[in-house]
């Protein structure tokens, strides 16, 4: 008995389709303009070989007809990881994904397919799709990525306030990389062009913030001397107010390395300015005014022998 089982088993097995069965039930419906059917056929034969470069291609294709832009970027992505060879055929495909895309307004399946693009063919340029792509990459945290494209970017921008708002992005990623021998440069730019006054307002603020993050680096480094004139620059008019009271933290602790305790102590009570009790700069400067108070107190008497 079990002897029919195990070859009623291996008979039905043999009787399903096979991946180049549901391919050519693919090219079929394809070929007569039934996409979703030709799809959903595709798709069958990748789930019994999913690694089918010709399947991705065929399944990427259809879904493009059908605006299943999500589908079509996996399949061309999959068809790019299958085959190297075939990794322009892959990058056109995710090209035409995200043209399609943006026609139809959806941002975020044409931020996919530049990213995919960009993973399949890195040395292709992205021409008029590389703002779009430098944006998502930043908003998506990718600093390595934005920092990648933005200058591109900017230069393709052709608007000369389109130029200094990717600029001003491409600055603050290189602040988030902590990498402000890029950003503070770039800050410098766009304040001095004046192109977008909204913008120039906001690389001042970057420009404080790297400032603030480049003086405590310093300070960390055991440089006081070179952190006092980024820590400086972090307090100047335009900075947020929150960049400025951290920078007179930076300064009262330059101030406490040089020994100069009258100064730290007047920098620590300048940094409680316009805080709000119980918020962290203020319980951090207070922290300081306590320990510099303590420091001063004279010491306890020695109690008296008996």
């Not at 029919?4 to 096979?18: D, E, I, K, M, R």
């Not at 056929?41 to 399944?59: F, I, M, T």
């Not at 832009?69 to 060879?85: E, G, H, K």
Request: charged share 25%; net charge neutral.
């Amino acid at each position: 008995m079990r002897r029919w089982v195990t070859l009623g088993v291996v008979v039905g097995l043999a009787c399903q389709p096979s991946a180049a069965d549901h391919e050519e039930l693919g090219d079929r419906a394809y070929a007569a303009g039934a996409y979703r059917d030709a799809l959903a056929e595709y798709q069958l034969g990748l789930k019994v070989d999913p690694s089918s470069g010709s399947l991705n291609a065929k399944a990427g294709a259809a879904a493009l007809h059908v605006g299943d832009f999500a589908t079509a970027v996996d399949a061309y992505i999959a068809l790019a990881q299958a085959d190297r060879s075939r990794a322009g055929e892959a990058a056109d495909g995710l090209e035409r994904v995200a043209r399609a895309a943006l026609a139809a307004n959806d941002r975020t399946d044409a931020a996919r397919g530049l990213a995919g693009l960009r993973t399949a063919a890195p040395s292709r340029p992205l021409g008029r799709y590389a703002r779009l792509a430098a944006l998502d990459a930043a908003d998506r945290g990718d600093t390595a990525g934005a920092m990648a494209l933005l200058p591109g970017a900017a230069a393709a921008a052709g608007d000369a306030r389109m130029t200094d708002s990717l600029l001003y992005v491409y600055g603050m990623s290189a602040v988030r990389a902590r990498d402000c021998g890029t950003a503070v440069p770039v800050f410098e730019g766009v304040i001095r062009r004046q192109r977008e006054p909204a913008v120039a307002d906001e690389a001042r603020e970057g420009l404080g913030l790297c400032s603030l993050v480049e003086g405590q680096r310093l300070l960390d480094a055991g440089k006081p001397a070179e952190a006092e004139d980024w820590f400086r620059r972090a307090s100047a008019p335009g900075a947020p107010a929150d960049v400025v009271r951290g920078a007179f933290i930076g300064l009262g602790d330059v101030k406490l390395a040089q020994g100069d305790v009258a100064a730290a102590l007047e920098n620590y009570q300048q940094a409680l300015t316009g805080g709000t009790p119980g918020d962290t700069i203020t319980q951090r400067a207070q922290q300081k005014i306590n320990a510099l108070g303590k420091a001063d107190a004279p010491s306890p008497a020695p109690p008296k022998q008996p």
